[in-house]
Antibody, heavy 118, light 110 residues
Framework: EMQLVESGGGVVQPGRSLRLSCAAS????????MHWVRQAPGKGLEWVSG????????AYADSVKGRFTVSRDNAKNSLYLQMDSLRPEDTALYYC???????????WGQGTLVTVSA | QSALTQPPSASGSPGQSVTISCTGT?????????VSWYQHHPGKGPKLLIY???KRPSGVPSRFSGSKSGNTASLTVSGLQAEDEADYYC??????????FGSGTKVTVL
């Protein structure tokens, strides 16, 4: 069974940093582009960032560009999101997502909650 | 990167059909047909229902169908069932590896 398990969420003060991790299992991780998608409380889904299987192509939403850094370790079947200069509006449930054909999000984790508050 | 526009809510009685629209610009959809639909129950990760405008992954019932005309994509749920009550989101691959989601539609089964 394909599975994604996020970790690393928590409560952090504005301006501080947090690193999210995602452990993948049940599929060949190195063959697939991976992404992060978030959902703020009471809001809809928002694409955050993604990268290709070999990390050659990386993209970010305008709302996080310059503050967040996505990376992956194919040897460890893991995806990461380094979040710096956090803002209250970054408060959200962050999902790790696998792609199918690089254009479709086909497997989602359960999410890890990030709360940015003084 | 504005969200695609969906109606906030939709409803229907068991057995009826409901159609959800997803409207964007030509920049949102481009010349691609990479429109997907997701079902999201609270407390769970979203579930892929439709990809490539009208394709269903294995295991998704045939009563879920998708279409697209111009800059509007649609999801139709036929033969509504109680378990279909959830939030539904459309998504499109825009360009340069960017993606955009719809604003979300809450479907209520009356």
């Amino acid at each position: 069974e394909m599975q994604l398990v996020e970790s690393g969420g928590g409560v952090v003060q504005p301006g501080r940093s947090l690193r999210l991790s995602c452990a993948a299992s049940g599929f060949t991780f190195e063959n697939h582009a991976m992404h992060w998608v978030r959902q703020a409380p009471g809001k809809g889904l928002e694409w955050v960032s993604g990268l290709t299987w070999n990390s050659v192509f990386i993209a970010y939403a305008d709302s996080v560009k310059g503050r967040f850094t996505v990376s992956r370790d194919n040897a460890k079947n893991s995806l990461y999101l380094q979040m710096d200069s956090l803002r209250p509006e970054d408060t959200a449930l962050y999902y790790c997502v696998k792609t199918f054909g690089d254009r479709t999000f086909d497997v989602w984790g359960q999410g890890t909650l990030v709360t940015v508050s003084a | 990167q504005s969200a695609l526009t969906q109606p906030p809510s939709a409803s229907g009685s068991p057995g009826q059909s409901v159609t959800i629209s997803c409207t964007g610009t030509s920049d949102d959809f481009g010349t691609y047909n990479y429109v997907s639909w997701y079902q999201h129950h609270p407390g769970k990760g979203p579930k892929l229902l439709i990809y490539g405008v009208n394709k269903r992954p294995s295991g998704v019932p045939s009563r879920f169908s998708g279409s697209k005309s111009g800059n509007t994509a649609s999801l139709t749920v036929s033969g509504l069932q109680a378990e279909d009550e959830a939030d539904y989101y459309c998504s499109s691959y825009a360009d340069s590896r960017n993606f955009v989601f719809g604003s979300g539609t809450k479907v209520t089964v009356l």
